[in-house]
């Protein structure tokens, strides 16, 4: 009885890990505006999936301080299969939130969003982690 236990526990846990969506872990973001990119955190909040920025860095890759740094730069992110994620993305450079569109293609994320009708291109991330 203890080994169908240890074998139905270890089961469970491998399960879990392997039902981690594509698009979590470390992403690179595309340059901005001012040349700066930051590094954001994709996880679980809720039935969604949201993007926290955990480093910034300037133009020449040199690690920066942020007053966005803890802030959802992805949130309300859901998966819509074949790689598409659809959600909100925040751009701090223009201080705005942009109904997004993500697709995931193996280690690169293509994002873009519109709000009010003006839609902007957020470029391609790379995944780091």
Known sequence: MKKILMTAAAALCMAG???ADPLEGIWQTAKDDNGNFGFIQ???CGAALCGTLIKSFD???NEISSNFTGRNII???VA???GAYS???????RDKTYSSKLQLNGDQLSVSGCVLGICRNGGTWVRVQ
């Open 17 to 19: 890990t392997a039902m």
């Open 75 to 77: 949130s309300e992110t």
């Open 80 to 82: 819509n299969g074949g």
């Open 59 to 61: 133009s020449n890759a």
């Open 42 to 44: 994709v996880a679980p």
């Open 87 to 93: 959600g909100k993305v925040y751009s701090p450079d």
